[in-house]
Structure formats: C-alpha cells, structure tokens
C-alpha cells in the first residue's frame, strides 16, 4: 500500500514563475491537506480538500496561491508569481473521510527554492 | 480555530534520561491528538496518538497523556537515545467543520551521547 506520493521532491523556480505540486493521497484516503514549513519553524495549515471540494482554506495566502483536488488524479497546489518567501518544504498529508479522530499521514514533501 | 502551544522549544537530555515535552490546546471540543517526529529533511512521521476518552497511552519508551480538563498532553520519552534526536511536535484536532490538525511550534530534542 502506497504512501502519499507527492512530486516534484524538489523544485527550483525563479522569481515570477509558477510552482505546481502534485499530491496522490494513500489508497482509501479521500481527504487532502497541504502544510507549509519554512526553514526551521513549525507546520503550518494551508488548506484541506475533498475530491472537487474546498473544505478549508483558512490558511492559503489571499494572492498567487490555489489548491485543487479533481475528480480524476492528484491534487495540485500551484503557486503563481513565486517570490523568494516561498521557498520552503510544502507537505501533502491525506486521511480517510475526515470525521473524529482519523490518521493523518504525511508525503515526503516538496522542497521549493526560489532564486 | 484551534491554538497549539508547545513547551519547550530544545530539549538537551543525556543518553539514558527521559525526555518530556509539553503542549496545550484551546478548543475544548478537540479529540485527537497525534506527536509527529520529524527528522532533518524529511516528513513528520507520526509516533503515537491519543484520543479523548483515553487519559494514557504508552508505545514502548514513548508515552503520552492527556488532562482534557486542563486542556494540555504531554508527550514523555524513557531511556533517551541518539536516534531520538529529532523535532517534535503535537497536534490537536477539532471536531464539526474544522477537521485539520492544528501543530505545536515544535521541540528540537538533542540526546547527548
């Protein structure tokens, strides 16, 4: 049973490209969640998202930031225009339906660098 | 939403001592609460969980507990090896709409040889 796949694993983009990070939640698991670490800090809560559904997106910036998980495929988060405070280690975590209480499991992440 | 403090941020301990790591959350309607370890340069790996209508649980040298009153778990680690050395941290979940897991800042734990 697969993990979370998440690709690329590391990614260089030069200031004002587009970043996009895929994400393939374990077998079973029907919910999505992406966190963001910045170099030494915390993990901090991007969004959360069913198969065509935006459940959460409390913690994704107002600009250049956007989440989506298809019916068909993996879940994508793309980054527009990136700038040099987007460089940081994007997380993938999946779960089963996301009632009390469920597994979360992590992907390996996605290293972005903007230079 | 949910607020997750986590004390302390290092932890230096000796090979062969315990180490105990801190955190309280806000919301009184949080259920789940999970401890990630994360090495450098990779993704957290979860080591242990604890629901609410549990006040104790223990894996082998690593235990966590959990005071719903008080509103804080804590996460203790028994004769400490190198490679525990790692950060740490919690997390609590709520219930209802809000389903993500809201972390701690973490804790660098540094086992002395």
């Known amino acids: 049973n697969a993990g979370v796949m998440q690709n690329p694993r590391h990614l260089v983009r030069r200031r004002g490209q587009e970043a996009r990070l895929r994400c393939s939640p374990m077998?079973?698991?029907?919910?999505v969640y992406w966190y963001r670490q910045l170099p030494e800090e915390g993990l901090k809560f991007m969004v959360y998202?069913?198969?065509?559904?935006?459940?959460?997106e409390s913690g994704m910036p107002k600009e250049r930031f956007s989440a989506e998980f298809p019916k068909e495929g993996p879940s994508i988060l793309r980054i527009q225009q990136v700038v040099r405070g987007d460089s940081a280690a994007y997380f993938c975590?999946?779960?089963?339906?996301?009632?009390?209480?469920?597994?979360?499991?992590f992907g390996e992440g996605s290293w972005l660098t903007v230079v | 939403g949910e607020n997750v403090e986590q004390h302390p941020s290092t932890l230096s301990v000796q090979e062969g001592d315990s180490a105990v790591i801190k955190c309280t959350y806000s919301?009184?309607?949080?259920?789940?609460f999970p401890w990630y370890k994360q090495e450098l340069g990779k993704r957290p790996q979860l080591i242990i969980d604890?629901?609410?209508?549990?006040g104790e649980k223990k894996d082998q040298r690593i235990a966590v507990t959990l005071n719903k009153t008080a509103k804080h778990f804590s996460l203790h680690i028994t004769e400490t090896q190198p490679e525990d050395s790692a950060v740490y941290f919690c997390?609590?979940?709520?219930?209802?709409?809000?389903?993500?897991?809201?972390f701690g800042a973490g804790t660098t734990v540094t086992v002395r040889a």
């Open positions: 998202l069913q198969k065509e559904n935006i459940i959460d």
């Open positions: 077998k079973g698991h029907s919910h």
């Open positions: 975590a999946s779960s089963q339906a996301g009632s009390d209480g469920n597994t979360i499991y």
């Open positions: 604890i629901r609410s209508n549990v």
């Open positions: 919301d009184s309607a949080s259920n789940y």
């Open positions: 997390a609590a979940k709520g219930i209802g709409g809000d389903y993500k897991l809201s």
